[in-house]
Each structure stands twice: as structure tokens, then as C-alpha cells.
């Protein structure tokens, strides 16, 4: 078997047999990767600390020949393990939510370089005390955008009239608002959408607010962002994922 090198993100582990896990890393090189981690539970495993969930390090493994073959993980090197993210629920949830979109909007891999970096942003922006809030909506604003998810957020999607002055219905099956003229007749509209939700989530998308750790949200519009992600993501998934109803 040939041995692969990449730079990972921990984002799920499970159980195999006794002494053994499957553990889902998210690569640079290769995207989201699942190995076989063999001894990792044995009480000296070299590798026990080294894969804990949301840890990002350096792994070695051993590619499988058939697609039906799980890679073999043969070394693990953290080099930073994110500890402080366990001591806050806010944060622990806010990483599970992010790992849990990881693992449902990309593919098998698939490497995304820049959707690596804004993991790992994430990761660190919660590490170093960033608002949870504020940062889980920019992970999920830059994923969007960079799996081409990201809906329309100014202008009706069917007329393309400006509807950035007030609440729009939105349609998450043509992806933007629609105008009170061209909503007739569509189904499952998520109703009264405040614009200045679909606002704040553009420039997010567009990586125009960087400093996070000075943009403070109002509760009650945290709410409405919170609220629309969820509904919007369930439908792009077809399901709702776990964490979101502790966000």
C-alpha cells in the first residue's frame, strides 16, 4: 500500500472493535477522509491525544487500493488539540455543527483548501473566545459560498426587484427572496425573512467582516440568523442536522 501524507481536522470517530476506531478527518490534500485507526484504544497507543475530535495535526496513512477499502492510519501528530472548545457548551456545539456540515455538504475526497482554512479559522476563532455565535455564522456563510449553496440575498430571485428595505419571503428551492408579486403560488416559502439577516450572511459569504471579535449582533437578530440557517440547511440537506437545535 502507498503511504499518503496530509495536514487534518479531526471531525468524527467511532467505534470499529475493541482496540480499534474509524476515524473522519477533514485533509487539505484530500478532503474529508475516513481511515481505520488500528490500536488507537489499546492503553499505549502511540496515538491516543493525537486524534481527539476537532484536533488538527499531521497523518500518515496507508491508502486502500479498492474504494471499498478503508484507508489505514499509521501515524498522528497534533499540533493543536482546541481543549478550551470542551469547557464551554456554546463552543463544543457550535464545533459539532460545523464538523456535522463538513461531513454532510462535501464529498468523499474532495480536497477544498480554502474550506480546510475556514475550518480551522473556526476552530480557532472559538479556541480564542470569539463569540460563538458570530463565528459559527461566518463558517457557515464561507461554506456556503464555497460549495455552491450560498442563495441570492438581495433582490427577488424571479424579478429582481430591490427588496433589501423590508421582511421578504424567502424560497429555498429557487435560492433568494421573493417579492410579494412573484410569491403567489410558491411552495414552502420560509416567511418574513428580515433583509438585514440575508445582508449580514453576503458579507459574511464575502469574507468582508474578518475582525469577529469586534462585531457584536443583537440577540434578537442572532435569533433570526440562527433560524434561517437551520431551516435553510435542512432543506439543502434533507434533513436537520443534530446539533442545530442546540445552537
Do not use: W
Not at 28 to 53: C, F, N, P
Not at 67 to 80: K, N, P, Q, S, Y
Not at 130 to 138: C, E, T, Y
Not at 214 to 222: E, L, Y
Request: with cysteine.
Amino acid at each position: 500500500m502507498p503511504y499518503e501524507k496530509a495536514h487534518a481536522l479531526t471531525i468524527r470517530s467511532s467505534d470499529f472493535s475493541e482496540t480499534s476506531r474509524i476515524i473522519v478527518f477533514y485533509t487539505r490534500e484530500y478532503g474529508r477522509l475516513a481511515t481505520l485507526a488500528k490500536g488507537v484504544k489499546r492503553k499505549y497507543s502511540r496515538m491516543i491525544g493525537q486524534v481527539d475530535l476537532f484536533s488538527y495535526g499531521e497523518i500518515v496513512f496507508a491508502s486502500g487500493r479498492r474504494r471499498d477499502r478503508l484507508h489505514v492510519l499509521t501515524e498522528a501528530c497534533a499540533f493543536e488539540t482546541f481543549l478550551e472548545i470542551r469547557t464551554d457548551l456554546a463552543r463544543l456545539y457550535a464545533a459539532c455543527h460545523a464538523a456535522d456540515l463538513i461531513s454532510s455538504m462535501t464529498a468523499e475526497e474532495d480536497p477544498n483548501p480554502d474550506l480546510f482554512d475556514q475550518v480551522l479559522r473556526l476552530l480557532r476563532r472559538l479556541e480564542g473566545g470569539v463569540g460563538p455565535g458570530i463565528s459559527l455564522f461566518a463558517f457557515e456563510a464561507r461554506l456556503l459560498a464555497l460549495t455552491g449553496f450560498m442563495p441570492q440575498v438581495a433582490g427577488c430571485v424571479v424579478c429582481g426587484r430591490d427588496s433589501r428595505a423590508r421582511a421578504v419571503a424567502f424560497s429555498p428551492r429557487l435560492g433568494g427572496p421573493v417579492c410579494e408579486e412573484c410569491s403567489p403560488g410558491e411552495a414552502d416559502l420560509v416567511e418574513d425573512v428580515p433583509s438585514g439577516v440575508l445582508a449580514l450572511l453576503g458579507r459574511l459569504a464575502a469574507d468582508k467582516l474578518t475582525r469577529l471579535d469586534r462585531v457584536t449582533v443583537a440577540a434578537p437578530v442572532a435569533r433570526q440568523v440562527r433560524s434561517f440557517l437551520n431551516q435553510y440547511e435542512s432543506y439543502v440537506l434533507g434533513r436537520e442536522l443534530r446539533a442545530a437545535k442546540h445552537l
